[in-house]
């Protein structure tokens, strides 16, 4: 069987230490452990006095009931991981097999396709339309749908779009899940990065009964460095995937969930704190967009860091890529990492000067093109 490498993971793991700016993570800019911990010498007495055992496998009590909360499920329903990335591959591990039939949504981040794909899986895609605002083609979804499906991805709100589903479309996904028996699996890492409105896009948990909601403390809460993210599911999949756990990580680690812990009682504190940084980047990179002089548009998000942005240049977006690495010393997330060409997934929930330099160089080369 051919194997699927996770192009966008390879691209990065490369070359993101290697370049003057950064803008293909997927965050903010991340929270300082100082930061985290705020001006409590009681917390920092206690970390400092934490021992650093295995911890207990699957979370400690309270970070469980932390996330249950965040989800408005019970502590059983949780598995604690080593960040969402382990929550996928356990999901699709305990979930799909060879033959089976998988469903994701596209653009989208690649990693259930890949694993799916690498699993001996058929994979089928259903679009956002960037022609209608990057909102899902619902027809397509249910002509996509078969008997035989056992699993349907989505993300939610998306990366790199940063569409959030109303409603009424996560309805209709759960419809064309149920009228088969599918499973839904809801990738939940950027809930609590809205752009627009202070409302934290709501948790699909409970509103279906074969049903995976993944989240971690990545995104919205600027701490991808701790590696800790999380599944909720019924309990017999919490089951499954936690011997799959023990198999791939055993646990993340005792000083993670500590933190972990410490995030979730301060979760406001650290959403307004990302939420600024989204908002005000996101407004110079339209700015910096508006003066491309047609060379570059966007569709604006509605959550995340990120803008998927298109340019107007009959290029791959392998090249674009390569080159503003290459030449401009910035790494971008290329289209075709999302599965959809023409485009550049830029990051821009970082500090001013940071950003502004690196859209700076990327004018400079994108110039060079159009010369
Ligand atoms: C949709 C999505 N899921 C999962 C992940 C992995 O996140 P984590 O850092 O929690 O492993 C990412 C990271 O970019 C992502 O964009």
């Not at 022609?131 to 998306?158: E, M, Q, Y």
């Amino acid at each position: 069987m051919t194997f699927t490498p996770f192009a966008l993971e390879e691209w990065q793991s490369r070359y993101e230490h290697s370049v003057d700016y950064n803008l293909a993570d997927s965050g903010c800019h991340p929270v300082a452990l100082g930061e985290l911990l705020g001006d409590d010498p009681a917390a920092v007495r206690q970390m400092l006095e934490t021992e650093l055992h295995y911890p207990p496998v699957g979370g400690t009590d309270a970070l469980r009931a932390l996330i249950a909360d965040w989800h408005g499920a019970a502590s059983d329903n949780v598995l604690v991981t080593v960040g969402a990335a382990e929550a996928n591959a356990i999901t699709v591990s305990s979930l799909v097999e060879a033959g089976d039939h998988v469903v994701v949504m596209e653009p989208g981040y690649r990693q259930v396709r890949g694993l799916a794909l690498n699993a001996g899986a058929e994979v089928d895609a259903f679009p956002l339309d960037p022609d209608n605002g990057w909102r899902p083609d619902l027809a397509a979804l249910d002509s996509v749908v078969r008997p035989d499906t056992k699993l349907i991805a989505i993300t939610n709100p998306n990366n790199p779009v940063g569409t959030i589903l109303t409603p009424d479309e996560l309805d209709a996904v759960v419809a064309a899940a149920a009228r088969v028996g599918a499973w839904v699996l809801a990738d939940e890492v950027y809930r609590g990065t809205e752009r627009l409105t202070d409302e934290i896009t709501p948790s699909l948990c409970s509103r279906y009964d074969k049903l995976v909601c993944v989240g971690s403390l990545s995104k919205a809460f600027g701490l991808p460095g701790l590696r800790l993210g999380w599944l909720v599911a019924p309990p017999a999949l919490v089951e499954a995937a936690w011997r799959r756990h023990e198999y791939a990580t055993i646990a993340t680690s005792m000083l993670s969930m500590h933190l972990a812990e410490i995030a979730l009682e301060s979760k406001d504190r650290l959403l307004t704190r990302n939420r600024g940084l989204i908002r005000d980047g996101y407004t110079r990179l339209a700015q910096w967009v508006a003066e491309s002089n047609g060379l570059l548009s966007v569709v604006p998000p509605e959550a995340t860091a990120l803008a998927f942005v298109r340019y107007h240049l009959p290029l791959t977006s392998a090249e674009v890529a390569d080159t503003l690495r290459t030449q401009a010393g910035v790494l971008v997330g290329a289209g075709h990492h999302f599965g959809v060409e023409h485009h550049l997934r830029i990051t821009h929930g970082l500090q001013p000067d940071y950003l502004n330099a690196a859209l700076t160089n990327i004018t400079k080369v994108l110039q060079t093109y159009q010369a």
